[in-house]
């Protein structure tokens, strides 16, 4: 079946620089894309790879690599705001989230 | 542009009984999915339609169905109710079927709690 997983919980510093890993096992998907939930809202949109490499909006990155599939969100100079759930997801005939990893972020 | 508005956002229901949920897409977009989410488990996806059709069912018990209407207006219903179905349900609105999308545009849920 489709399948994606991620960490539970990761914790970083503020300012630092925090990974969030996201493998798959699947055949077929049309690309990763990354999600922010905080509490009690709904998730959104960050970033979508549809091709192998590198993505960067801002202060947030995404990578793909096909071959290994594995992908990953690089958030940089982390902000307490960044304090959130997010989800990978990848795509082929409908959309399928990973459980989440938890952000925590100490000053 | 209103985005996807979801009704209602709070429900508590007893055993048994059943649900309807309901989600208006962004005006022109013809997808809508639903998810399920609880703590620990992600979203757990449920269903998908466009055009009014179901494209995609996850693996979820035939208590849970939904349909679309012509303006693609969304709902979902839920059947003879279990404790475990306390959750958040969150639909998704897309322009396109399924994996064409790169983006999906949620709402903010219905909170269903079953005592």
């Known amino acids: 079946g489709q399948s994606l997983e991620q960490p539970s919980e990761v914790t970083a510093v503020e300012g630092a620089i925090v990974q969030i890993n996201c493998t798959y096992q699947?055949?077929?998907?049309?690309?990763l894309s990354w999600y922010q939930q905080h509490d009690g809202g709904a998730p959104t949109f960050l970033s979508y790879n549809a091709l192998d490499g590198l993505e960067e909006t801002g202060r947030f990155s995404s990578f793909l690599s096909r071959s290994d599939s594995y992908g990953y969100l690089l958030l940089q100079e982390l902000q307490m705001k960044d304090s959130a759930s997010y989800f990978c997801a990848g795509f082929d005939d409908k959309i399928i989230f990973g459980k989440g990893t938890r952000l925590h972020i100490l000053p | 542009k209103a985005g996807v508005t979801q009704t209602p956002r709070y429900l508590i229901k007893t055993r048994g009984q059943q649900v309807t949920l309901s989600c208006s897409p962004i005006s022109g977009h013809r997808s809508v999915s639903w998810y399920q989410q609880t703590p620990g488990q992600g979203l757990q996806f449920l269903f998908e339609?466009?055009?009014?059709?179901?494209?995609n069912k996850g693996n979820f018990p035939g208590r849970f169905s939904g349909r679309q209407f012509s303006n693609s207006r969304s709902e979902m219903n839920v059947s003879t109710l279990e404790l475990g179905d306390s959750a958040l349900y969150l639909c998704?609105?897309?322009?396109?079927?399924?994996?064409?999308?790169?983006?999906?545009?949620f709402g903010q849920g219905t909170r269903l709690t079953v005592v």
């Open positions: 699947t055949s077929g998907f049309y690309g």
């Open positions: 998704a609105s897309s322009p396109f079927a399924g994996g064409q999308n790169t983006e999906a545009f």
């Open positions: 339609y466009f055009s009014e059709t179901q494209r």
